[in-house]
Protein backbone atom coordinates (compact mmCIF):
# COMPACT_ATOMS: atom_id res chain seq x y z
CA UNK A 1 0.00 0.00 0.00
CA UNK A 2 2.81 2.27 1.03
CA UNK A 3 4.20 1.97 -2.76
CA UNK A 4 1.12 4.48 -4.06
CA UNK A 5 2.25 6.93 -1.83
CA UNK A 6 6.07 6.86 -3.24
CA UNK A 7 7.74 10.06 -3.37
CA UNK A 8 5.20 11.94 -1.42
CA UNK A 9 7.78 13.62 0.75
CA UNK A 10 8.82 15.75 -1.71
CA UNK A 11 5.50 17.60 -2.74
CA UNK A 12 4.33 18.04 0.76
CA UNK A 13 7.13 20.02 1.28
CA UNK A 14 7.01 22.25 -1.72
CA UNK A 15 3.59 22.44 -2.61
CA UNK A 16 2.78 25.55 -0.07
CA UNK A 17 6.12 26.92 -0.80
CA UNK A 18 4.82 26.99 -4.69
CA UNK A 19 1.63 28.01 -3.95
CA UNK A 20 2.25 30.96 -2.15
CA UNK A 21 5.13 32.24 -4.64
CA UNK A 22 2.10 31.65 -7.41
CA UNK A 23 -0.22 33.79 -6.17
CA UNK A 24 1.74 36.19 -4.69
CA UNK A 25 3.90 36.97 -8.02
CA UNK A 26 0.53 36.54 -9.83
CA UNK A 27 -1.45 39.39 -7.55
CA UNK A 28 1.38 41.52 -8.03
CA UNK A 29 2.02 41.22 -11.47
CA UNK A 30 -1.57 42.05 -12.18
CA UNK A 31 -1.05 45.33 -9.87
CA UNK A 32 2.13 46.50 -11.86
CA UNK A 33 0.68 45.59 -15.28
CA UNK A 34 -2.78 47.89 -14.05
CA UNK A 35 -5.52 47.17 -16.17
CA UNK A 36 -7.50 43.76 -15.80
CA UNK A 37 -7.14 42.04 -19.29
CA UNK A 38 -7.00 38.92 -20.54
CA UNK A 39 -3.59 39.48 -21.96
CA UNK A 40 -2.65 40.50 -18.22
CA UNK A 41 -3.95 37.68 -16.65
CA UNK A 42 -1.86 35.49 -19.14
CA UNK A 43 1.12 37.57 -18.59
CA UNK A 44 0.67 37.48 -14.80
CA UNK A 45 0.21 33.98 -14.55
CA UNK A 46 3.36 32.87 -17.07
CA UNK A 47 5.35 35.07 -14.79
CA UNK A 48 4.24 33.54 -11.59
CA UNK A 49 4.85 30.34 -13.54
CA UNK A 50 8.30 31.10 -14.67
CA UNK A 51 9.48 32.36 -10.89
CA UNK A 52 8.30 28.95 -9.22
CA UNK A 53 10.15 26.59 -11.30
CA UNK A 54 13.00 27.06 -8.86
CA UNK A 55 11.54 24.97 -6.57
CA UNK A 56 9.43 23.18 -8.84
CA UNK A 57 12.16 21.54 -10.66
CA UNK A 58 14.13 20.27 -7.87
CA UNK A 59 10.84 19.13 -5.83
CA UNK A 60 9.50 17.29 -8.92
CA UNK A 61 13.40 15.51 -9.67
CA UNK A 62 13.32 14.25 -6.23
CA UNK A 63 9.58 13.13 -6.39
CA UNK A 64 10.57 11.19 -9.75
CA UNK A 65 13.51 9.64 -8.93
CA UNK A 66 11.63 8.48 -5.03
CA UNK A 67 9.04 6.83 -7.13
CA UNK A 68 11.61 5.13 -9.55
CA UNK A 69 13.18 3.65 -6.33
CA UNK A 70 13.21 0.09 -5.90
CA UNK A 71 11.55 -0.25 -9.72
CA UNK A 72 11.47 -4.12 -10.75
CA UNK A 73 12.48 -5.40 -7.61
CA UNK A 74 9.95 -6.79 -5.55
CA UNK A 75 11.80 -6.66 -2.16
CA UNK A 76 14.29 -4.62 -2.78
CA UNK A 77 17.46 -5.19 -0.13
CA UNK A 78 18.51 -1.63 -0.15
CA UNK A 79 17.68 1.89 -0.60
CA UNK A 80 19.51 4.61 -2.28
CA UNK A 81 17.55 7.31 -0.63
CA UNK A 82 15.85 7.51 2.53
CA UNK A 83 13.58 10.22 1.97
CA UNK A 84 13.08 13.70 -0.87
CA UNK A 85 15.84 15.70 1.17
CA UNK A 86 18.65 12.64 1.18
CA UNK A 87 17.60 12.25 -2.60
CA UNK A 88 18.21 15.76 -3.17
CA UNK A 89 21.41 15.94 -0.69
CA UNK A 90 23.12 12.96 -2.79
CA UNK A 91 22.24 14.46 -6.17
CA UNK A 92 23.87 17.44 -5.22
CA UNK A 93 26.91 15.87 -3.95
CA UNK A 94 27.47 14.06 -7.17
CA UNK A 95 26.30 16.44 -9.75
CA UNK A 96 26.46 19.48 -8.13
CA UNK A 97 23.94 22.51 -8.74
CA UNK A 98 23.16 21.29 -12.11
CA UNK A 99 21.91 18.19 -11.10
CA UNK A 100 19.07 19.07 -8.79
CA UNK A 101 17.97 21.17 -11.59
CA UNK A 102 18.08 18.77 -13.90
CA UNK A 103 14.90 18.89 -16.23
CA UNK A 104 15.01 22.78 -15.89
CA UNK A 105 14.37 24.35 -19.19
CA UNK A 106 11.62 21.65 -20.07
CA UNK A 107 10.24 22.95 -16.48
CA UNK A 108 9.72 26.52 -17.67
CA UNK A 109 8.57 25.75 -21.01
CA UNK A 110 5.84 23.73 -19.43
CA UNK A 111 5.20 26.12 -16.48
CA UNK A 112 5.69 29.63 -18.11
CA UNK A 113 2.75 28.86 -20.45
CA UNK A 114 0.78 26.58 -18.27
CA UNK A 115 0.16 29.05 -15.58
CA UNK A 116 -0.62 31.36 -17.87
CA UNK A 117 -3.51 29.50 -19.87
CA UNK A 118 -4.18 28.59 -16.01
CA UNK A 119 -5.33 31.97 -14.43
CA UNK A 120 -6.80 33.09 -17.94
CA UNK A 121 -8.83 30.17 -17.91
CA UNK A 122 -10.01 31.08 -13.74
CA UNK A 123 -10.70 33.91 -14.57
CA UNK A 124 -13.11 33.48 -17.64
CA UNK A 125 -14.88 31.08 -16.04
CA UNK A 126 -15.33 32.68 -12.81
CA UNK A 127 -16.61 35.77 -15.15
CA UNK A 128 -18.87 33.63 -17.50
CA UNK A 129 -20.70 32.05 -14.22
CA UNK A 130 -21.00 35.43 -12.91
CA UNK A 131 -20.96 34.55 -9.14
CA UNK A 132 -21.02 36.41 -6.22
CA UNK A 133 -20.68 36.04 -2.72
CA UNK A 134 -24.35 36.09 -1.61
CA UNK A 135 -24.73 33.50 -4.31
CA UNK A 136 -25.66 30.27 -3.04
CA UNK A 137 -24.23 27.83 -5.46
CA UNK A 138 -20.87 29.91 -5.46
CA UNK A 139 -18.60 27.20 -4.03
CA UNK A 140 -19.73 24.79 -6.91
CA UNK A 141 -18.40 27.50 -9.34
CA UNK A 142 -15.63 28.17 -7.85
CA UNK A 143 -15.14 24.39 -7.72
CA UNK A 144 -15.76 23.91 -11.81
CA UNK A 145 -13.72 27.03 -12.46
CA UNK A 146 -10.92 26.05 -10.25
CA UNK A 147 -10.82 22.50 -11.58
CA UNK A 148 -11.39 23.37 -15.51
CA UNK A 149 -8.30 26.01 -15.09
CA UNK A 150 -6.38 23.21 -14.09
CA UNK A 151 -7.37 20.71 -16.61
CA UNK A 152 -6.81 23.22 -19.13
CA UNK A 153 -3.14 24.28 -18.03
CA UNK A 154 -2.30 20.21 -18.29
CA UNK A 155 -4.21 19.66 -21.46
CA UNK A 156 -1.69 22.50 -23.19
CA UNK A 157 1.17 21.00 -21.83
CA UNK A 158 1.59 17.44 -21.17
CA UNK A 159 3.38 16.52 -24.14
CA UNK A 160 6.67 18.76 -22.44
CA UNK A 161 5.66 17.38 -19.03
CA UNK A 162 6.23 13.86 -20.48
CA UNK A 163 9.48 15.11 -22.25
CA UNK A 164 10.72 16.74 -18.63
CA UNK A 165 9.81 13.34 -16.77
CA UNK A 166 12.00 11.01 -18.80
CA UNK A 167 15.11 13.81 -18.47
CA UNK A 168 14.57 13.74 -14.93
CA UNK A 169 14.44 9.82 -15.09
CA UNK A 170 17.59 9.66 -17.03
CA UNK A 171 20.40 8.24 -15.31
CA UNK A 172 18.78 6.29 -12.77
CA UNK A 173 20.91 2.65 -12.37
CA UNK A 174 24.02 4.76 -13.80
CA UNK A 175 22.26 4.37 -17.06
CA UNK A 176 21.98 7.86 -19.46
CA UNK A 177 19.92 7.15 -22.30
CA UNK A 178 19.32 10.81 -23.50
CA UNK A 179 21.83 13.52 -24.76
CA UNK A 180 19.26 16.10 -24.16
CA UNK A 181 15.92 17.89 -24.94
CA UNK A 182 16.33 17.21 -28.39
CA UNK A 183 17.46 13.88 -28.42
CA UNK A 184 14.87 12.70 -25.96
CA UNK A 185 11.94 13.78 -28.52
CA UNK A 186 13.45 12.29 -31.36
CA UNK A 187 14.11 8.52 -29.48
CA UNK A 188 10.48 8.44 -27.57
CA UNK A 189 9.19 9.31 -31.39
CA UNK A 190 10.92 6.84 -32.94
CA UNK A 191 10.62 4.17 -30.13
CA UNK A 192 6.58 4.83 -29.22
CA UNK A 193 5.33 7.03 -31.55
CA UNK A 194 3.00 10.20 -31.32
CA UNK A 195 0.86 8.56 -28.75
CA UNK A 196 4.24 8.89 -26.09
CA UNK A 197 3.18 12.47 -25.87
CA UNK A 198 -0.36 11.61 -24.19
CA UNK A 199 0.92 8.61 -22.00
CA UNK A 200 -0.70 9.45 -18.27
CA UNK A 201 -2.88 12.14 -19.70
CA UNK A 202 -5.97 10.60 -18.64
CA UNK A 203 -4.93 10.38 -14.24
CA UNK A 204 -2.70 13.22 -14.49
CA UNK A 205 -6.33 15.16 -15.35
CA UNK A 206 -8.07 13.28 -12.99
CA UNK A 207 -5.62 14.88 -10.08
CA UNK A 208 -5.76 18.13 -11.77
CA UNK A 209 -9.30 18.49 -10.91
CA UNK A 210 -10.05 17.69 -7.71
CA UNK A 211 -6.67 19.66 -6.54
CA UNK A 212 -7.04 22.61 -8.55
CA UNK A 213 -10.73 23.18 -7.63
CA UNK A 214 -9.73 23.00 -4.12
CA UNK A 215 -6.92 25.26 -4.54
CA UNK A 216 -8.11 27.94 -6.01
CA UNK A 217 -11.55 27.71 -4.20
CA UNK A 218 -9.90 28.00 -1.07
CA UNK A 219 -7.61 30.96 -2.02
CA UNK A 220 -10.74 32.92 -3.23
CA UNK A 221 -12.94 31.81 -0.53
CA UNK A 222 -10.69 32.78 2.30
CA UNK A 223 -9.88 36.06 0.50
CA UNK A 224 -13.43 37.11 0.20
CA UNK A 225 -13.94 36.46 3.90
CA UNK A 226 -11.01 38.28 5.34
CA UNK A 227 -12.28 41.49 2.85
CA UNK A 228 -15.73 41.26 4.16
CA UNK A 229 -14.37 42.09 7.17
CA UNK A 230 -12.48 45.36 5.95
CA UNK A 231 -15.48 46.09 3.87
CA UNK A 232 -14.39 45.82 0.49
CA UNK A 233 -15.90 44.02 -2.51
CA UNK A 234 -17.49 41.13 -2.30
CA UNK A 235 -18.39 40.33 -5.70
CA UNK A 236 -16.51 37.02 -6.73
CA UNK A 237 -14.72 38.70 -10.09
CA UNK A 238 -13.08 41.42 -7.84
CA UNK A 239 -12.31 38.96 -5.12
CA UNK A 240 -10.66 36.53 -7.58
CA UNK A 241 -6.91 35.76 -6.13
CA UNK A 242 -5.44 36.41 -9.86
CA UNK A 243 -7.01 40.16 -10.05
CA UNK A 244 -4.84 43.26 -9.87
CA UNK A 245 -5.74 44.55 -6.50
CA UNK A 246 -5.35 40.84 -4.95
CA UNK A 247 -3.69 41.29 -1.31
CA UNK A 248 -1.51 38.42 -1.87
Known amino acids: MLGLYKGIGSPMMGL ?18 GAD ?24 LAKTRMQMQGTGEKNPSRKMYRNSLDCLIRIYRREGFRGINRGMVTTIVR ?9 LTYDTLTRALGCDADDGFIIPKLLLAGGMSGMA ?7 VDVIKSRLQAD ?41 NATTFATVTLFLMYMRENDGG ?4 ESLQPNLQHSSL
Not at 39 to 58: D, E, M, R, T
Open 16 to 33: TFINAIVFGVQGNAMRML
Open 153 to 159: SWLSTYP
Open 111 to 119: ETPGFGIYF
Open 171 to 211: GVGGVNRYDGIVDCVRQSWRREGWRVFTRGLTSTLLRAFPV
Open 37 to 60: TPLHQFLAGAAAGLIQCVICCPME
Open 233 to 236: AKDC
